[in-house]
């Protein structure tokens, strides 16, 4: 029963996705939004907590599996999106939302 238990354990931690690297670069370093010619950065803090366009939008946050899940001032409903998986600091991606697709760039 023990050496099932120690298998249960590492399978579990071997099992924990990549996209949790991503979701972690992101909600260490934070975004930037890239909507046309505009750049807007969105930052991150340990409490569950984000910023963004110089603080006219708050809000908060939390991973659910690859999932960035966010509610804010201008959109009370919680929004999941599904983010790539091994994404670091830097890299820039599109991501598919209810409002469309953007680029994001991890800073």
């Known amino acids: 029963m023990r050496n099932l238990l120690i298998v249960a354990a590492a399978a579990a931690a071997l099992a924990t996705p990549a996209f949790a690297d991503t979701l972690t670069e992101v909600t260490s370093h934070g975004i930037v939004l890239m909507?046309?010619?505009?750049n807007i950065e969105v930052s991150y803090t340990p409490d569950g907590k984000f910023t963004a366009a110089d603080g006219q939008v708050t809000g908060t946050w939390k991973?659910?599996?690859d999932k960035l899940c966010t509610s804010s001032n201008f959109d009370?409903?919680?929004t999941c999106i599904?983010?790539?998986k091994d994404k670091k600091s830097g890299d820039t991606f599109t991501l598919d939302s209810p409002q469309g697709s953007v680029q994001i760039k991890i800073r």
Do not use: E, H, S, T
Not at 35 to 38: A, C, E, P, R, V
């Open 82 to 84: 599904a983010y790539p």
């Open 35 to 38: 909507l046309g010619d505009m």
């Open 76 to 78: 009370p409903n919680v």
């Open 63 to 65: 991973i659910d599996g």
